[in-house]
């Protein structure tokens, strides 16, 4: 089992529409997690991060975390064509600060 | 100020060279990250650097590996004897881990092809 899961995708959704992206983790001790947006050929950035159950919102994106389930995701509303990349979520664990990324999803909003 | 910086930014190697490879973090970040992205796949985790503390090293894929930190400053990452399965970009992250903060930020990378 990876320690980071996120199905590769491509995800697909219409401009305008809510994108969903998920990401499940294996270490039920981790503390803090990460959604990085990562262009083609560039490197990743910060998009947002959480570290309690709940929702957290920031302008367009709400970050979602269930540490019960061990899952957390990324909803993307009124998404936008330059939305359009592959989405990293990474974990920090229970030992300290070393980040485990998941592989990726891959979003497509179409004009 | 200026961001995390990677030299270089492009290598082509042969098989069996040495490699090393140069990052500097943002001043004053304590936390340094090494990670290697194949084409189309996610970022692995290579090593991580917290001030003085030593080193997880538990991602290098091999002893050809290694990797040295000047105090908060200047990292480097060496690949010995180069193989193919070693093409990749490699990328840099940096941390200020403040109040438990871990938000890294990436270099530009440096993509090594082997051949």
């Known amino acids: 089992q990876k320690e980071v899961e996120q199905n590769s995708g491509p995800l697909s959704v219409p401009e305008g529409a809510i994108a969903s992206l998920n990401c499940t983790y294996s270490d039920r001790g981790s503390q803090s997690f990460f959604w990085y947006r990562q262009y083609s050929g560039k490197s990743p950035e910060l998009i947002m991060f959480i570290y309690s159950n709940g929702d957290k919102e920031d302008g367009r994106f709400t970050a979602q975390l269930n540490k019960a389930s061990q899952y957390v995701s990324l909803l993307i509303r009124d998404s936008q064509p330059s939305d359009s990349a592959t989405y990293l979520c990474a974990v920090t664990g229970s030992g300290g600060f070393k980040t485990i990324f998941g592989a990726g999803t891959r979003l497509f909003v179409k004009a | 100020g200026a961001g995390v910086s990677q030299s270089p930014s492009n290598k082509v190697t042969e098989k069996g060279k040495d490699v090393e490879l140069r990052c500097d973090p943002i001043?004053?970040?304590?936390?340094l990250y090494w990670y290697r992205q194949r084409l189309g796949q996610g970022l692995e985790f290579l090593i991580y650097?917290?001030?003085?503390?030593?080193?997880?090293k538990s991602g290098l894929p091999s002893d050809r590996f290694s990797a040295e930190r000047t105090g908060e400053s200047v990292s480097t990452l060496t690949i010995q004897r180069t193989q193919q399965e070693d093409s990749a970009v490699y990328l840099c992250?940096?941390?200020?881990?403040?109040?438990?903060?871990?938000?890294?930020?990436f270099g530009p990378g440096t993509r090594l092809t082997v051949l």
């Open positions: 992250a940096s941390s200020s881990q403040l109040a438990g903060d871990n938000e890294q930020f």
């Open positions: 650097f917290q001030g003085n503390s030593a080193p997880d």
């Open positions: 001043s004053g970040h304590t936390a």
